[in-house]
């Protein structure tokens, strides 16, 4: 019997679909694979598998189901807990989190032997929880996890459950428990001179920071994980922050020179519009029209992910609004509300309809005045510092 979430999950699909098919071929493979778990024979769902997996019309998605099965044929656990995780790794992309927690769990319980598999797993289970928002049970996740490092002696494990607990801490906004997990990892990180989670660490760190209202504490915590964070795509992230936290202390000129290394040399498209948005915001923020045309046209012809479009045409409002034009900024408003709902982004949607209200009244709304946070006169010196750093960095 498939599982609940790829049940519900298939419900939800035309029949004879492509992504129909798709999922009952993986629902299928899941179900071979949780049969190898329980010890018993996992041939005759392998075949049936087999049948369905051949009616997948993408050839990728196919390629991921074709090897996972020809792990299960050959019973290799660890094998096949590895082709799950990246089976999970392909659902976590496509945002089907339910159904990609039930792909970890059974990878979970295959990798029993297999440290790294183990965690990679867990992790990948724990993630979908969060974007589910079902916090006790990522919660449970990461406990087991910790519970896994101190019973085999890993304190690699130990410590990833406590760095992911301190996640769904900040998920809960219970700031000081997350800030306590986040403190033990960091140290335990440094004294044992594990430099990739001591980076993953810190730049939790950061965002913890940045939840508090605390620029400066996002600059301080990102500028010293770029020392230990290595994978481009994750450095692109983090110098994206760094430009929000300075725009947000109001040094436009540091968070335009960082953004602009960004839109330069990100490894990802949505990265490079993303910084393209915020040279656009703090185009608006210093009056330089010219600067924000050259940015809106630019984006107005691109391509953007829906969470993009939406912070671009409340860009367009915000910029319409601060010059008076309030009809194109209600129109400018009203796209982003549509693209918010349309895709689901309450949160973005919100923001829309309580802007659209102050615009029609002609009132620039609260949101779009601009005021920087101030910097407090003991952290001038170490920004200083680390402006200069970031000089070099940025290639400027």
Same mark, same amino acid.
């Given at each position: 019997?498939?599982?609940?979430? !790829?049940?519900?999950?298939?419900?939800?699909?035309?029949?004879?679909?492509?992504?129909?098919?798709?999922?009952?071929?993986?629902?299928?493979?899941?179900?071979?694979?949780?049969?190898?778990?329980?010890?018993?024979?996992?041939?005759?769902?392998?075949?049936?598998?087999?049948?369905?997996?051949?009616?997948?019309?993408? &050839?990728?998605?196919?390629?991921?189901?074709?090897?996972?099965?020809?792990?299960?044929? +050959?019973?290799?656990?660890?094998?096949?807990?590895?082709?799950?995780?990246? @089976?999970?790794?392909?659902?976590?992309?496509?945002?089907?989190?339910?159904?990609?927690?039930?792909? !970890?769990?059974?990878?979970?319980?295959?990798?029993?032997?297999?440290?790294?598999?183990?965690?990679?797993?867990?992790?990948?289970?724990?993630?979908?929880?969060?974007?589910?928002?079902? &916090?006790?049970? *990522?919660?449970?996740? @990461?406990?087991?996890?910790?519970?896994?490092?101190?019973?085999?002696?890993?304190?690699?494990?130990?410590?990833?459950?406590?760095?992911?607990?301190?996640?769904?801490?900040?998920?809960?906004?219970?700031?000081?428990?997350?800030?306590?997990?986040?403190?033990?990892?960091?140290?335990?990180?440094?004294?044992?001179?594990?430099?990739?989670?001591?980076?993953?660490?810190?730049?939790?760190?950061?965002?913890?920071?940045?939840?508090?209202?605390?620029?400066?504490? $996002?600059?301080? /915590?990102?500028?010293?994980?770029?020392?230990? $964070?290595?994978?481009?795509?994750?450095? =692109?992230?983090?110098?994206?922050?760094?430009?929000?936290? @300075?725009?947000?202390?109001?040094?436009?000129?540091?968070?335009?020179?960082?953004?602009?290394?960004?839109?330069? *040399?990100?490894? =990802?498209?949505?990265?490079?519009? %993303?910084?393209?948005?915020?040279?656009? %915001?703090?185009?608006?923020?210093?009056?330089?029209?010219?600067?924000? /045309? $050259?940015?809106?046209?630019?984006?107005?012809?691109?391509?953007?992910?829906?969470?993009?479009?939406?912070?671009? /045409?409340?860009?367009?409002?915000?910029?319409?609004?601060?010059?008076?034009?309030? =009809?194109? *900024?209600?129109?400018?408003?009203?796209?982003?509300?549509?693209?918010?709902?349309?895709?689901?982004?309450?949160?973005?949607?919100?923001?829309?309809?309580?802007?659209?209200?102050?615009?029609?009244?002609?009132?620039?709304?609260?949101? @779009?005045?601009?005021?920087?946070?101030?910097?407090?006169? /003991?952290?001038?010196?170490? &920004?200083? +510092?680390?402006?200069?750093?970031?000089?070099? &960095?940025?290639?400027?």
């Amino acid at each position: 019997m498939v599982s609940n979430a !790829f049940a519900e999950r298939l419900s939800e699909l035309p029949p004879e679909s492509d992504e129909w098919r798709y999922h009952l071929a993986g629902s299928h493979v899941l179900l071979a694979a949780e049969e190898l778990a329980r010890g018993t024979s996992p041939l005759a769902s392998t075949r049936i598998a087999n049948d369905h997996m051949r009616r997948v019309p993408d &050839l990728a998605s196919q390629a991921i189901l074709r090897d996972a099965l020809l792990a299960i044929t +050959g019973q290799n656990s660890s094998a096949v807990a590895r082709r799950l995780c990246i @089976y999970g790794d392909h659902l976590h992309a496509a945002a089907h989190y339910a159904v990609a927690a039930d792909v !970890f769990d059974c990878a979970a319980r295959l990798s029993a032997r297999d440290p790294s598999l183990l965690l990679r797993s867990m992790l990948g289970r724990a993630f979908a929880f969060r974007m589910l928002r079902r &916090l006790d049970d *990522a919660s449970q996740t @990461y406990a087991a996890l910790r519970a896994a490092g101190l019973s085999l002696r890993i304190p690699r494990l130990e410590l990833e459950g406590i760095l992911g607990e301190a996640k769904a801490s900040m998920d809960r906004g219970n700031y000081p428990g997350a800030e306590g997990a986040l403190i033990e990892v960091i140290a335990r990180a440094r004294e044992s001179n594990d430099r990739e989670l001591l980076g993953r660490a810190l730049t939790d760190a950061a965002r913890l920071a940045g939840v508090r209202g605390n620029p400066v504490g $996002v600059v301080e /915590h990102s500028f010293e994980s770029l020392a230990y $964070v290595k994978e481009s795509r994750m450095q =692109d992230r983090i110098f994206q922050n760094i430009a929000f936290a @300075y725009r947000e202390m109001g040094r436009g000129r540091v968070a335009a020179m960082v953004a602009s290394h960004v839109e330069r *040399a990100a490894v =990802d498209l949505d990265q490079r519009q %993303n910084a393209q948005i915020l040279l656009y %915001n703090l185009a608006i923020d210093a009056g330089h029209r010219e600067d924000a /045309h $050259v940015y809106e046209r630019a984006l107005e012809r691109a391509e953007l992910p829906p969470v993009l479009q939406a912070e671009f /045409h409340e860009a367009v409002a915000r910029d319409r609004a601060t010059n008076g034009q309030f =009809d194109q *900024a209600i129109a400018a408003a009203e796209r982003m509300a549509h693209a918010a709902e349309e895709r689901g982004l309450t949160e973005l949607a919100a923001r829309a309809e309580a802007a659209l209200s102050d615009l029609r009244r002609n009132v620039v709304p609260a949101v @779009y005045r601009f005021r920087p946070t101030p910097v407090p006169r /003991h952290a001038v010196r170490s &920004l200083e +510092g680390i402006d200069t750093a970031l000089k070099e &960095l940025c290639g400027v």
